[in-house]
């Protein structure tokens, strides 16, 4: 299973991914970080960020569609092949999915921002 880390150009730690209020409540935000695709989504109250890169194929989830969030908004659905992933963690759900997981990056805030990695102290 690959890591955020193993994707080209994955950003330091610390790298701004954008402020809390531009992540939609009912959707995801698709962005790319100095040419490195990521997606952040909202679980309950959360904050969660993928690498944009679907495990079936490495195809971005929202190629064919910028409509990848479930209807319950508890998946990401990958537009090539179908396959769903779990937005608490990134697990296979459902198809090409299952037995793959998405690649989580993990976040911080601070202040009004997600930035890439662990917080400082």
């Not at 064919?64 to 396959?83: K, T």
Request: charged residues 15%.
């Amino acid at each position: 299973m690959l890591t955020w880390q193993d994707f080209p150009d994955a950003p330091a730690s610390g790298h701004q991914i954008c402020a809390v209020a531009d992540i939609p409540r009912d959707g995801v935000l698709s962005l790319s970080l100095e040419g490195y695709p990521v997606l952040v989504v909202i679980d309950g109250a959360t904050p969660k960020v993928f690498v944009n890169a679907c495990p079936h194929q490495f195809l971005p989830l929202d190629q064919r569609s910028n409509s990848i969030l479930s209807a319950d908004g508890r998946r990401l659905m990958c537009s090539n092949h179908q396959a769903e992933f779990d937005i608490a963690d990134g697990t296979g759900a459902r198809g090409f999915g299952l037995g793959a997981c998405l690649a989580v990056v993990p976040t911080h805030l601070q202040g009004e921002y997600l930035h890439v990695g662990a917080a400082i102290s």
